[in-house]
């Protein structure tokens, strides 16, 4: 499979300043704050990570060099960090990155296309699909071998039986 290593994955978005020194809360999208500290720079070096720490609540408080006080932390609420995919850890077969499934086209398994995907959840057990329709509708499919028997950097196949939820 031919991944777009340049492309930008998003670790996490800033969700608010944190005290009065230009710290940030973080909501994290990736495996939590020990993987977040393994990057130094996101954005492609707009923001550099002086520290971070756990929030404990499944957040994080982080500081970057290029954020003084509370006014210019205020102003990054609603920012996502990101690294190139190029950064990333390789992954085990079977495993993903949200942004190498995200936008792609996806097809049923007898190679009608059904829509893109244009979001991917998780709510305890595994990762949910979402497929928009070309007529605006959208329909979620689990994200496991059943339902999408493969996928590759230009197409996420859906098995037939998974089409119709």
């Not at 006014?71 to 949200?98: C, D, I, W």
């Not at 991917?120 to 699909?129: E, H, K, T, W």
């Amino acid at each position: 499979m031919s991944l777009d290593r340049t492309k930008p994955v998003t670790l996490a978005a800033v969700s608010g300043a944190h005290g009065v020194t230009g710290e940030v809360r973080l909501k994290l999208f990736g495996e939590g704050v020990d993987a977040l500290k393994s990057y130094k720079a996101f954005n492609d070096g707009a923001l550099t990570l002086k520290k971070i720490r756990s929030d404990n609540k499944g957040g994080a408080v982080a500081r970057f060099a290029e954020v003084a006080d509370r006014n210019a932390a205020e102003k990054l609420r609603g920012t996502v960090l990101t690294v190139p995919r190029s950064q990333m850890p390789e992954l085990a077969e079977g495993e993903f990155y949200h942004a190498d499934v995200l936008g792609l086209l996806a097809v049923s398994d007898s190679g009608e296309e059904l829509g893109r995907v244009v979001a991917i959840d998780n709510f305890g057990a595994s990762d949910v699909v979402e497929i928009e329709r070309p007529d605006g509708k959208r329909f979620m499919i689990p994200m496991s071998v059943e339902a999408v028997p493969e996928w590759n950097a230009e197409r996420l196949v859906v098995a037939a039986e998974f089409t119709d939820l």
